[in-house]
């Protein structure tokens, strides 16, 4: 069955330091692949999307994610973290039967310490 | 901007009311899903519309129904309320193509408590 890991419950960093976001997959082709974002209060943003072609995907407010298929991850990194990126993050795979229903990791809380 | 909207931010009920949380979109979407989000679950699909008076379940769809009367608008009905019901409710509106072109937009969701 089709699944979606986000293995870090909560990620705490620093502003301005590096950060990067677990999410593996279980698919038996190739996926499509997103990443959202929920700010408190506020509905699900998608940051960014994998298809097919570069590996390596640019997404909205510096982040961008880079899809493995020999390790079956789909990382999202930033290099440098913002005050407002504090928010619960999920990744998830399009559903083989209808590319519109989507799977969701049950999310990675990120705290950003001043 | 408006594309998704909830009628309620914040809803409080008690356990065995009809409770019904509706959803509108203005993108004259076929699709409409409704979602709930719980800690350590992520977000799990409950029932789905592909057009007016059509539905299907999804994933959990035990204790709910839902209603589309109207391309714009999903109801989401929990028919007598547990409170095991409590949970962040979340709708949105795929397109009916390959999301690869288009958008998937949520709405800001409910949170529900029953009491």
């Known amino acids: 069955a089709q699944s979606v890991t986000q293995p870090d419950i909560h990620i705490t960093v620093s502003e301005g330091a590096s950060l990067e976001l677990r999410c593996n997959y279980s698919y038996g082709a190739t996926p499509y692949l997103f990443w959202y974002v929920q700010s408190p209060g506020q509905g699900l943003q998608l940051l960014l999307k994998?298809?097919?072609?570069?590996?390596l995907v640019q997404g909205i407010k510096g982040f961008e994610a880079e899809f493995k298929r020999s390790q079956s991850s789909f990382n999202l990194r930033k290099p440098s973290v913002h005050w407002s990126d504090a928010a619960e993050y999920f990744c998830?795979?399009?559903?083989?039967?209808?590319?519109?229903?989507?799977?969701f990791g049950s999310g990675t809380r990120l705290l950003v310490r001043p | 901007d408006v594309k998704v909207t909830q009628s309620s931010r914040y809803l409080v009920k008690r356990t065995g009311e009809k409770v019904f949380l509706e959803c509108v979109q203005d993108?004259?979407?076929?699709?409409m899903f409704w979602y709930r989000q719980d800690p350590g679950l992520g977000l799990r699909l409950i029932y789905f519309s592909y057009d007016v008076k059509m539905k299907e379940k999804g994933d959990i769809p035990e204790g709910y129904s839902v209603s589309r009367e109207k391309k714009e608008r999903f109801s989401l009905i929990l028919e007598s309320a547990s409170t095991n019901q409590t949970s962040m409710y979340l709708c949105a509106s795929p397109p009916l193509t390959s999301v690869s072109t288009d958008t998937q937009y949520f709405g800001p969701g409910t949170r529900l408590t029953v009491l």
């Open positions: 993108m004259d979407h076929e699709n």
């Open positions: 994998y298809f097919s072609g570069d590996t």
């Open positions: 998830a795979v399009a559903r083989m039967d209808s590319s519109y229903k989507l799977i």
